[in-house]
């Protein structure tokens, strides 16, 4: 893979430190990870962007990324897979995968990414760069992420990239005790915020609530 981008890459990595350093008080997270830090250096991020993005693909903000979408800020990205901690012999189910950023970084850690994405244009491209840029651990699927993926179930670690009012009760199901999930939550016109939910071995679920964020909604395909 050509090197090109590997100064903004580092570039990126220090703002997201900046950034981990300063909210610290609600993650409890005050820097990244080795291994978090490095598959963040090594998932090319000007290649899930458009065209003409490429050249601020490595800015610490969101972007657009077609049908009202976006891809997620970088430190966000990397804060949500810190506090997801993920090992490397786990299966993740990711929902809302978009263009299939947060997927690579996944696949960089997991044995097993399920990703699933409403909305069909965006699933089939993300499978097609990812398989481009050779993950051949991460399946993507279109479909509503409400309902989980029950016959991939049991995942150690669960990452819902847009925002339920509610943690919905499938995923809940279909993590394994011991498991963790990190989702933001909120209703839109609201400020929202990232949870961190851990279901213990005994099977009891907790939830923390840790920084404020914003996403874009979960969309429920019951409503239309
Ligand atoms: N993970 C992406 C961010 C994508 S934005 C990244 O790496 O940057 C959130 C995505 O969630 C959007 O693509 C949106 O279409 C999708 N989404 C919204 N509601 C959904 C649902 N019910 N099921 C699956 N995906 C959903």
Redesign the pocket.
């Known amino acids: 893979m050509s090197d090109t981008f590997a100064e903004a890459r580092r570039r990126m990595l220090e703002e997201i430190g900046r950034h981990a350093e300063e909210t610290k008080a609600w993650t409890g997270c005050e820097r990244l990870s080795e291994r978090v830090a490095a598959a963040m250096a090594r998932v090319p991020r000007h290649v ?1 962007v458009a065209e003409a993005d490429i050249g601020i693909a490595y800015i610490d903000r ?1 972007l657009p ?1 077609g ?6 800020q970088p430190f ?2 990397a804060a949500m897979t810190e506090l997801l901690a993920v090992e490397p012999h786990h299966r993740v189910l ?12 996944l696949a960089e850690l997991a044995d097993r990414v399920f ?5 069909g244009e ?1 699933a089939r491209a993300a499978a097609e760069r990812l398989r481009r840029l050779g993950y051949a651990n991460v399946e993507v699927r279109e ?5 989980g993926w029950p016959e991939q179930a049991p995942f150690d670690r669960i ?4 925002a ?1 009012p509610n943690i919905p009760p499938a995923l809940i199901e279909q993590l394994r005790p011991g498991g963790r999930m990190v989702l933001p939550i909120g209703r839109i016109e609201e400020v929202q915020t990232l949870v961190l939910g851990i279901k213990h071995p005994d099977g009891r679920f907790e939830s923390r609530r840790l920084l404020p964020v914003t ?7 019951k409503d239309g």
Do not use: K, M, W
């Open positions: 899930f969101p990324i049908r009202g979408q976006t891809i997620s966000i990205v990711e929902i809302g995968s978009g263009c299939g950023y947060q997927s690579a970084v990703a699933i994405e409403r909305i965006l479909g509503d992420g409400y309902l990452l819902v990239a847009a339920p996403f874009v909604p979960l969309v429920s395909d």
